[in-house]
């Protein structure tokens, strides 16, 4: 997707992926095998273009930030990878900036008393996509084996997702906050609703707090900002991706520069582009719903919706659960977005034959 959307700009595109059939193979000038974690691979990679970005944090920062230290532009920095990568170090870096965040717990889940229950238990790193998380209500729920933490369970009423795109120079422009609706099995995000029915002053603090999280981590390219909303009208930060991010999907149908071109122009020291937010929309991910070869069933009703986008990841193997695209449907009002998404969502589905 970033490169659909950028190629106008001019750039040439080499693209490292363990898979040589990758969805931006089609795309990209030159696509190199190689796994995210093979120092070789990431070598030759930087070495061989002006400007190296990421579109997943799971990579070796150690190498990465080896070669940002002998001259290499890699954005955003391979040292802000490594804070983000660890959800502790994280979480300490936005306390040491005042910025809200849920409560850890000191004990561990062995000493955790029935009273202390629910609470949620992460992994430090790893996590991606739902896995790594999981809700423990009481001290008979199994738990989640590794190096993990604990964090207070926040009742929050609503998930928000931000999207922020900085520059070298500090410029930040900021995208409508969106509501993110999650799967409760999977712990992913299965819908997002752009923007979020939020009062005007709530949102120009969500927007507010999104930069303060970015500009801690004096970060570069684009930057999406999770947030719980509580019950009392408090925001605190949940996480922090350093990349074009799902919850931002949305913008490529919805806005006039996507946060795919933010991104690229923020890494490339371009100026950054007005979102020019023109349509509420809902966005909506295509889980596999079985394993085999992709198959897509009910695609000419999905077209045939008004407003409706489709983006397929060119994965050729269905699993249950697995991300294998999107659609955005873009409506008068978000509601009417969301309804026609939900009516489409249960005719179309991914399947394995």
Known sequence: MMIYRTAKLGFH??????????GAAPLADVVQQGNLYDRDALTRLVKGCEV????IEHCDTTV???LEAQGHQILPSPRLLQTVQNKVLQKQLFLRHG???????????????????????????????????TILRGPRDRGLEGNTYLEAFVPFTKELGVMV???STGENVVYP???????????LCSEVLAPANLTPALETRARDLAVAVVEALDGVGVFGVEMFLTSGGDLLVNE???????????TMEACKVCQFENHLRAVAGLPLGLPGFFSPAAMVNLLGQGTGSTVLEGLELALAEPGF???LYGKRQCRPGRKMGHFTITAATPQRALESARRVNEAFQVTGA
């Open 309 to 311: 986008s489709l983006h």
């Open 240 to 250: 922090v991706a350093p990349r074009p991010h799902n919850s931002g999907h949305y």
């Open 165 to 167: 795109a900085r520059s």
């Open 64 to 66: 990465l930030a080896e």
């Open 177 to 187: 906050v969106v509501e993110m609706l999650f799967d409760p099995q999977r712990h």
């Open 13 to 22: 595109f080499t693209v490292l992926d363990p898979d040589p059939d990758c």
């Open 99 to 133: 910025l809200p965040v849920a409560s850890f717990l000191d004990q561990d889940l062995a000493d955790l008393a029935p009273s202390d229950f629910p609470v949620v238990q992460k992994l430090v790193t790893g996590g991606y996509d739902g896995r790594g998380v």
């Open 52 to 55: 190296t970005t990421y579109d």
